[in-house]
């Protein structure tokens, strides 16, 4: 339950029986939740920098779950979701997963499959999160080299022996040893 720690999950329902219940649900299984009654309040609040999940139900007032989940997808949001719905049809459940919902289930649930469902969406925020830490922390050591470091390091990637990298670059050998050991210091 490590990336459950500092995760919060987001309940988003204009049905304020479903949040007050859904939240008691996630308390007492030990997660933090923060409870909203439309998209827009969520919307409003919404942290792209926040651990966690998104309970979101399919058919609210003004903006739709369907719309929510359009607009995050559209803020490169890696917060997943999982639909609620007691109004569900395959159309609904198709075009939720096709955009990336983690799972669509309807009301009522049981307490065990949404928490199970809820502790595989923060694995899944949590995953996500890493990934994107090592990318922009491979981004910006690449943003370190030279251009002559990058020419270098292209080359190194499709395999090639220094010998030939100095011939194509029409540079010395020790020239391109140089450069190779900078790339391995940047890049780690």
Same mark, same amino acid.
């Given at each position: 339950m490590t990336a459950a720690r500092d995760?919060?999950?987001f309940v988003v329902d204009d049905d304020l029986a479903v949040? !007050?219940?859904v939240g008691l649900l996630l308390r007492a299984d030990g997660l933090r939740s923060r409870a909203f009654p439309s998209a827009t309040a969520f919307l409003e609040a919404y942290d792209p920098e926040a651990p966690g999940c998104l309970i979101l139900d399919v058919r609210?007032?003004?903006?739709?779950?369907l719309d929510l989940q359009r607009r995050l997808v559209a803020l490169d949001s890696d917060l997943p979701i999982i639909f609620v719905t007691a109004h569900g049809d395959v159309p609904t459940a198709v075009t939720a997963v096709k955009a990336?919902?983690? !799972?669509?289930?309807?009301?009522p649930f049981t307490d065990v499959a949404l928490l199970e469902k809820v502790h595989q969406?923060?694995?899944l925020n949590a995953w996500a999160r890493r990934e994107r830490t090592e990318r922009e922390d491979v981004r910006r050591r690449l943003d370190t080299l030279t251009p002559r470091e990058r020419e270098v390091m292209a080359l190194v990637v499709e395999g090639r022996h220094?010998?030939?990298i100095a011939r194509k670059l029409e540079i010395s050998q020790r020239t391109v040893e140089v450069h190779r050991a900078r790339v391995m210091?940047?890049?780690?």
């Open positions: 995760a919060t999950v949040l !007050d219940a609210m007032p003004e903006v739709s779950g990336g919902a983690v !799972d669509f289930i309807q009301k969406a923060l694995e220094n010998k030939t210091s940047k890049m780690s």
